[in-house]
T-cell receptor, first 115, second 114 residues
């Protein structure tokens, strides 16, 4: 069965600290896609990144980086030099290569960046 | 930049009433979805829609729910007889292709059932 686990319910850091958000997934499919979405206090869901199961290269985009490891079924997200504007709930999500591409979300991690 | 829009942003209704939540997906997208998020909880899949029919629905999507694409632009979610537990944020999403492409989400409609 598909499942996404975000064990950290809440993280609080001080501005400029680095922070890593953990995501562990379960799937029986060999083809699948992993995503991170950001939900700021305003409530919308903002797409951050997609990785597919064939590509284990880590990715960096500005202060954001993602570490995908199939061996541990993890897709962790690191924010370097955090800023107050990074405060949000971050969701990891999984989509299998099936007929509908539905997203299975984790429970989210609330990140609070203090000034 | 194209975006998914949803109306209304907030809907308040009495238990037992019918509500229709509206979405305008991104214009060249072919795959449409509804998700819901009960306050403080995770986002849950409700239904996916492709080629004018439901392609998958979750256990939440019972007979009280229906979806429709009445014209080339709108995608609606109807709840026939609302219950208190239907109170949630409802998100519409669309995607241009299966699998590889990310789903773009609308800003959500907050439904409050009294």
């Amino acid at each position: 069965a598909q499942k996404v686990t975000q064990a950290q319910t809440e993280i609080s850091v001080v501005e400029k600290e680095d922070v890593t958000l953990d995501c562990v997934y379960e799937t029986r499919d060999t083809t699948y896609y992993l995503f991170w979405y950001k939900q700021p206090p305003s409530g919308e869901l903002v797409f951050l990144i997609r990785r597919n199961s064939f590509d284990e290269q880590n990715e960096i985009s500005g202060r954001y980086s993602w570490n995908f490891q199939k061996s541990t079924s993890s897709f962790n997200f690191t924010i370097t030099a955090s800023q107050v504007v990074d405060s949000a709930v971050y969701f990891c999500a999984l989509s299998e290569g099936g007929a509908t591409n539905k997203l299975i979300f984790g429970t989210g991690t609330l990140l609070a960046v203090q000034p | 930049e194209p975006e998914v829009t949803q109306t209304p942003s907030h809907q308040v209704t009495q238990m037992g009433q019918e509500v229709i939540l509206r979405c305008v997906p991104i214009s060249n997208h072919l795959y449409f979805y509804w998700y819901r998020q009960i306050l403080g909880q995770k986002v849950e899949f409700l239904v996916s829609f492709y080629n004018n029919e439901i392609s998958e629905k979750s256990e939440i999507f019972d007979d009280q729910f229906s979806v429709e694409r009445p014209d080339g632009s709108n995608f609606t979610l109807k709840i026939r007889s609302t219950k208190l537990e239907d109170s949630a944020m409802y998100f519409c999403a669309s995607a241009s292709r299966m699998g590889r492409n990310e789903q773009f989400f609308g800003p959500g409609t907050r439904l409050t059932v009294l």
